[in-house]
DNA sequence: CAGTGGTCTAGACCACATC
DNA sequence: ATGTGGTCTAGACCACTGA
């Protein structure tokens, strides 16, 4: 049977009935019982299953709806959301060139190896210092123009083989991969844009003079039981501007 | 009788009646039936006002709750948001000086006028070119450091006499002023974050060279109706970085 | 067609804030 | 003590998808 631990007699004090189905829901998820793609059994058969009225076991999908873990569809079912649908118009890709609307940069890979973790790089992914990681340089362009140069840093024990994978592939979508080859789900992600003077490689790749101002943003991705499994550093020209929208109808929860 | 219109027998094809009574409710808020800080009716009263089930009346004050429109206290009752309720940490301030968590920034007026709106700010605010508007410039610093020099605009016809109340008041917060002052609303905005080349005006401001790279954040205020009633420009020195949380746990809707 | 999620109802009990 | 929102139940009907 799939439900472990009886949720209805857990915790001290205890929490509501669908917010322990929900953990345990998210706890199944982690351990893989569906992949992204896949039909998550209906309120019907989660609420028998559960022994709750399918009014709390709706609630518990609804949380993880609202979350984006799940894809709700009426008359299909409820399906376990894919990283394209998780990261829908812009939710994760807020970077824009000009006034264009479009997000869309072509990707170039630069290059893909293996390394040990700085002190700062450790430090972030949460592991020791030395160990490995996987750095992946990729740029963005904008009809032919450079725009945006990319350094990001996976953690290799998470991701093994990830060099050898990534550098075969060459994705578009560094997400969709994670999930695919790494059964590794990304729902989460935090980004800090400031003001970056370019190095030698930057002026190099993005073909602007060393020292130039660049617009960057700094991302951490955080992985569905809260470990930070990607970090990514985007620096960008200065036609390039990052967006946000806050609050509004349907807005999702802010952190 | 406040419901104006019966929400059972409106639009073709009709949404549904939770969604509907929402939308009546957002149109009393706007109508200032009820003030920011204020007790809504309780849900069994609604419910009976609107001649729904509880259950349904539940589900439109709930989705009010997400978009912060309203707060919901267990015990007490449910109130119209204030400002600084709907903008909980972080939500709009999101600038942060060097690695200080703390968003806090001291406030100080260099001047409060009456203008004409350029071309590009009467598009901007959906108002005709040449309609007065009230400018306002803020200067807040870090420790006595400046760091953020904000320009901001308002639309007198929506803010009458803005100019005297805002060089009076002073506020250290924008939107609990236009929420006071003016009884407007501003649960939602955009903003675009890039690279800006400081003016004479910013160096003066901000004590740095004229051209030196400064970080850009441009706002735009939207009111519960939709209008625009508010244009930002933040500019701030390199250490200020800007940050965002995207998706997770009680993440708000992203536009 | 059977099965899904979406809406809606009517009731119960509870934790909590206020007076 | 009263009234609030928060949880939970058990049912009904509907719109839609897919075989």
Redo the contacts with the bound molecule.
Sequence with gaps: MSVDTDIRKADRPSK????RMKEDLVRRILRGDWRPGEL??????L?QEY?????????A??EL?VERLVL???????TIAKADERSKPFRFYRLHYGNSVQPIFSVKYLSVKSARASAAEARALGIARGSAITRVERLRGHDGIPAVFERLAVREDLCPDAAAIIGDLQPASFYTMLERSFHIIVPHVKEQVQVAMADERDAEVLKVAVGSPLLEVTRQGYALNGEVVELRQMRAVPSVHYSNTIGGPSSPPAG
């Design positions: 509501p009935l669908y917010a998550v059994p209906s309120e019907t058969a609420a022994g709750v009225s399918v009014g709390t076991a709706r609630k999908i609804e709806a709700r569809q009426r008359g299909r079912g409820t």
